[in-house]
Nanobody, 127 residues
Framework: QVQLVESGGGLVQAGDSLRLSCAAS????????MGWFRQAPGKERDFVASISPNGRWTSLKYSVKGRFTISRDNAKGTIYLQMNTLKPEDTAVYYC????????????????????WGQGTQVTVSL
């Protein structure tokens, strides 16, 4: 059973930066496609970013391009979401997700593509 634990959330001001981490355990991390999703109050959980198992391919939600970067360290079993120039509309609970058994360069951006989810970490951006 894959377990995902997010960390790094917090309360920041608009324009600040945060780096989220997601540590995975319980399986061959280098074969997992990984993703970040977020859910604001009263809204659905939406795609933010994803990365292929070998780290070569990434996808980003249009509204975060140029501000957010996703990366992974397969040796540490961890993915990261570097978030710069944060805006109040980035406020949400951020979830890490994993898809087991992916080919090395596979990349996904739909909730139903991912089998495992973390508990989430809150990011709040104030004016």
């Amino acid at each position: 059973q894959v377990q995902l634990v997010e960390s790094g959330g917090g309360l920041v001001q608009a324009g600040d930066s945060l780096r989220l981490s997601c540590a995975a355990s319980g399986g061959p991390f280098s074969s997992y496609a990984m993703g970040w999703f977020r859910q604001a109050p009263g809204k659905e959980r939406d795609f933010v970013a994803s990365i292929s198992p070998n780290g070569r391919w990434t996808s980003l939600k249009y509204s975060v391009k140029g501000r957010f970067t996703i990366s992974r360290d397969n040796a540490k079993g961890t993915i990261y979401l570097q978030m710069n120039t944060l805006k109040p509309e980035d406020t949400a609970v951020y979830y890490c997700a994993a898809r087991q058994g992916s080919s090395a360069e596979a990349n996904y951006d739909r909730r139903q593509d991912f089998q495992y989810w973390g508990q989430g970490t809150q990011v709040t951006v104030s004016l």
